[in-house]
Every structure is written in C-alpha cells, then in structure tokens.
Nanobody, 129 residues
Framework: QVHLVESGGGLVQAGNSLRLSCAVSGRTFSADAMGWFRQAPGKEREFVSHITGDGGTTYYAESVKGRFTISRDNAKNTVYLQMNSLKPEDTAVYYC??????????????????????WGQGTQVTVSS
C-alpha cells in the first residue's frame, strides 16, 4: 500500500521560509516523478512544482519560480519543497503527489493533477502579512 505523508507546514510571517517534506512508502521511490500542488480556500488545486525520479529535471509554476526549490533524497524516500520569501498568497494546503504511471517529461504533463496517482493528506501553510 502506498503512503505519502507531508510535514513541515505551519504559520509564518511574510518573507520567511518553510521546508515541506513528503515521505513515501510502498513504492520504488526513485522510479517515480513527484509533484507538489496547493489548494487555497475557495480555489482549485494548482500545480506548484515537479521533479523527475532521478532529480535531474524540475518544473515550477510561474508564481513560485525563483522562491521555491524542489528536491529529493531517494535514499530517504523523501521529496522536499523549500519555500523562501513566502507571501500571503502562498497560503494554502500543500499536497505532494506521486506518479503511478510514467508520462512524457514536460511541463504540461507535470502540471496536470490527473497524471499523479497517489496523494498525501496535505499540510497547511499559512503566511501572515
């Protein structure tokens, strides 16, 4: 059984940083591309970032490019999202997701939530102004 467990969320002031972690079990982690998505109250879930299985390719939403960094440690079966220069508009529940099947590695497929087969329960990030 596949489990994704996010951690690291919390309440921070604008301009500060947080690092989210997502621990994965039940899969051959290094084979799976991983993604981070977020959902703010009253809004649809949106793509944040993606990393390939070997960590060699990453994608970011324009809204977080230059501020967020995705990485992974395949020895620890964990993917991270380092979030710097946080803004109030980054407030959301953040979800990690794992691919169930392989897709072409490009931004379009990376940003589609429907291309991910496994999801975590989410972790709340709140940024105060």
């Amino acid at each position: 059984q596949v489990h994704l467990v996010e951690s690291g969320g919390g309440l921070v002031q604008a301009g500060n940083s947080l690092r989210l972690s997502c621990a994965v079990s039940g899969r051959t982690f290094s084979a799976d591309a991983m993604g981070w998505f977020r959902q703010a109250p009253g809004k649809e879930r949106e793509f944040v970032s993606h990393i390939t299985g070997d960590g060699g390719t990453t994608y970011y939403a324009e809204s977080v490019k230059g501020r967020f960094t995705i990485s992974r440690d395949n020895a620890k079966n964990t993917v991270y999202l380092q979030m710097n220069s946080l803004k109030p508009e980054d407030t959301a529940v953040y979800y990690c997701a794992a691919r169930k099947v392989a897709y072409l590695s490009d931004y379009y497929y990376a940003s589609l939530a429907t291309t991910y087969g496994y999801w975590g329960q989410g972790t709340q990030v709140t940024v105060s102004s």
